[in-house]
């Protein structure tokens, strides 16, 4: 005669199972809950990453800022950045590379000229540049001299007529050496800076540049 099959043991022998399955789901519930919750803390922890303003509860999204400031300075931002990578592409191809210490030391040089009455942070601020826009534009301008100051040559003649010519300039100086070497430096500058504009017209002249702006 076969065996009869009580419902109790049908009913013990499922129940494993249909435990299991719940606990699954609550697992993957518990998953998704602390993901969502991560997500939350990693949104609001970068939120400037995505919103840069809160008006009266309205957000002022990134996107839109960036496109405003796209559509407002975007040309002419991209092309300063063109410019740097056509000078310091140049300069690399004539072997010249700027040091990190003649960045600070340059750094240094210009500091010493406010002497004091604003630190170079402010003054940065002021012209709404940070520390790496700093240097950049000091390796920039470090790359510039380093191709042209041999070009760049002074005769007394010139030196001394810069001095007589600027004379009220000089009216309180006491030391003719240190007049003749700031004169020197600000001819050769100068000099520099010619030579330069008439290169650089010519390089971003026959340079090749596409632009998807």
Do not use: C, H
Not at 54 to 62: A, L
Not at 151 to 165: R, V
């Amino acid at each position: 005669m076969p065996r009869k099959i009580s419902k109790s043991s049908v009913k013990t022998k499922n129940t494993p199972v249909v435990s299991s399955e719940i606990a699954k789901k609550i697992s993957y519930k518990n998953i998704i809950l602390i993901v969502l919750f991560l997500l939350v803390v990693l949104l609001w922890k970068f939120k400037s990453s995505f919103i840069v303003a809160m008006v009266n509860g309205q957000p002022i999204s990134r996107w839109q800022l960036n496109d405003r400031l796209v559509k407002k300075f975007g040309d002419q931002t991209l092309d300063s950045i063109v410019n740097e990578r056509l000078i310091l592409a140049a300069a690399r191809q004539k072997g010249i590379f700027v040091k990190t210490e003649e960045i600070d030391a340059r750094s240094k040089q210009i500091e010493s000229r406010l002497s004091g009455k604003i630190s170079l942070d402010d003054a940065l601020k002021a012209q709404g540049l940070t520390q790496d826009d700093f240097k950049k534009q000091l390796e920039i301008q470090l790359s510039i001299e380093k191709m042209f100051e041999k070009e760049a040559t002074l005769s007394s003649n010139e030196i001394d007529d810069y001095i007589s010519k600027n004379s009220q300039a000089y009216k309180d100086a006491t030391d003719p050496a240190q007049v003749k070497e700031e004169a020197k430096s600000i001819l050769t500058q100068q000099k520099i800076n010619d030579l330069f504009e008439k290169w650089f017209n010519d390089i971003r002249k026959n340079a090749k540049v596409t632009k998807f702006l």
